[in-house]
């Protein structure tokens, strides 16, 4: 069509812990029909086997090697159990095991160490830089994709965050604390957002989306527009 203008081929999301980012990169990719990839799965699943593995997560070199020598692989989605993609290493599915309380607990620690970060943002960035892709993290506009054509930054209080991740649990017919939840996600927050390399914060040209004022929906329809 003459004045359609193309969607931005690059889009980033970032944000703190259980800010939605998720929700409203993974329904965005179905509207574009892109791409939809979920860094924080590749940390966490460093994580998940560090501690599979029983190493000490605080054990730095350990967990940076092991960084290197893994091959992550996030494929579509093979089942409908509410997941947004398989994450599979060595074979193994272990698209739930990275959601367990330990390895939220351990994911930040993780995440700080610099050669992990180093041997993720490489396979990120070339999967990102082949483009029509969303890319939700944390570091996303600032480190990864610089270059991104639309930069959204989707903030929230840490009680709402903590009360949708309480309520994602629940729905899994899990047992959850709220004062726990809303305690590591402060916890988590912090770590993200004061380590040396990429830290948690907005790209300059970033756009600022808070999703205390606005529901899913709202957010959904106004990076939409901003797409268009
Ligand atoms: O879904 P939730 O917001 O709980 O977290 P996530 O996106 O799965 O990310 C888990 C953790 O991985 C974060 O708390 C960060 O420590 C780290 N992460 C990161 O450092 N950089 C990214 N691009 C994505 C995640």
Redesign the pocket.
Known sequence: MPNQKTPPNIIAIDG????G??TLGRRLADALAYLFF????M??AVTWLALQRGLDVRDESAVAALAEETSIDVRPPSQEDGRACDVIVNEDDITWNIRRPEV?AN??VV?AYPGVRTALTAQQRRIGLRGRVVM?????GTV?LPEADLKIYLDASAEKRARR?YEEIIARGEKADYDEILQKVIQ?DR??STRAV?PLRPAEDAIILDSDKLDADQVFERVKELCE
């Not at 703190?16 to 800010?19: F, M, V």
């Not at 939700?136 to 996303?140: C, H």
């Open positions: 703190p812990a259980a800010s980012k998720s979920d860094t924080g799965v940390y966490r939220d994911v930040s995440a939700v993290g944390r570091d996303i990864v991740r988590r770590i993200d990429a």
